[in-house]
């Protein structure tokens, strides 16, 4: 374990440095981001202002100012994505050294993405997410979230990471039959932001469409952790979920094995 340790983890220091020595383009897209959310805020705040019902999907108009803005704070830090990276590789050859290096290829992927979600956290994920909390308890007058609830929230976080990481490295393994997937890149970010209750909360679907989601990881990168952060999971409900993603790492991991097997045995390296 300290070996690997060792092995991994300056792949997730340089990734950090990285993010740190080009962070104008990084608040760019943060701005950018932020931008949205806002759009998405006074929209959802229309939508409450129309209704006459206090609550809809489960959600208060109070909690759903807290969900808007959890999702684009939790989204920020969990959805690294790698598969571009993958697909640069294919692209520049640069794969074929990966590959016979005393390294394991995904396992590097992995590591960089981490450096990345910390720097996501440390700036500017924990400045908004502590404004965020006191507006909620200033204004709108919510209760301050409990210490245990934000803990389960980090722990789900974590599993909500490994979770977008491993299915985009399955995702990413296109590259080695395509080659180029920047236009698949952009189809997956926009049907992730719906499936993953980005856009809309998935309480907000008819139920069949609810436990259709269910049975897919698409919930548990986003949706998930927020919910537990707003105390709609508890008990028997919270420990099930954080199971679910669990077993989702588990479920991905093993299929991103396998597809790598796949793919690295019809791979073929000209030159050299």
């Known amino acids: 374990m300290g070996k690997s340790m060792r092995i991994y983890m300056p792949f997730a220091s340089n990734e950090l440095k990285r993010q740190m020595a080009y962070k104008g383009a990084f608040y760019l897209f943060i701005l950018v981001s932020l931008f949205g959310s806002f759009i998405s805020y006074y929209l959802w705040m229309a939508i409450y202002g129309s209704s006459n019902q206090q609550t809809l999907g489960g959600l208060t108009q109070k909690e759903m100012v807290v969900y808007v803005f959890m999702v684009y704070v939790t989204s ?31 396992l590097s992927l992995v590591s960089r993405a981490l450096g990345n979600m910390i720097y996501r956290f440390l700036a500017p994920g924990v400045f908004i997410w502590i404004g965020l909390e006191i507006y909620k308890v200033k204004v709108l ?43 698949m890149l952009m189809a997956k970010e926009a049907l992730l932001s719906f499936l993953t209750g980005q856009l809309i909360p998935i309480s907000f679907f008819p139920e069949i469409f609810q436990r259709i989601f269910d049975f897919l990881p698409f919930s548990s990168m986003v949706y998930t952790p927020v919910m537990i952060y707003l105390g709609k999971y508890t008990g028997i409900t919270l420990c099930f979920m954080l199971f679910r993603q669990i077993a989702w790492v588990i479920i991905l991991y093993i299929l991103g094995s396998i597809i790598w097997k796949k793919v690295t045995k019809r791979l073929v390296v000209l030159g050299g």
Do not use: H
């Not at 830090?77 to 520049?92: A, E, F, L, P, Y």
């Not at 245990?148 to 296109?174: A, E």
């Open 76 to 106: 920020s830090i969990v959805t690294v994505s790698i598969s571009d990276w993958v697909s640069d590789d294919v692209v520049k050859g640069t794969v074929a050294m990966n590959l016979i290096k005393p390294i394991d290829y995904r």
């Open 141 to 183: 007058g919510l209760e301050v979230v409990t210490v245990q609830r934000v803990l389960m929230y980090i722990i789900s976080c974590v599993m909500s990471f490994l979770i977008y990481v491993l299915f985009d490295f399955c995702f990413g393994m296109t590259a080695f039959f395509t080659t180029y997937i920047f236009g």
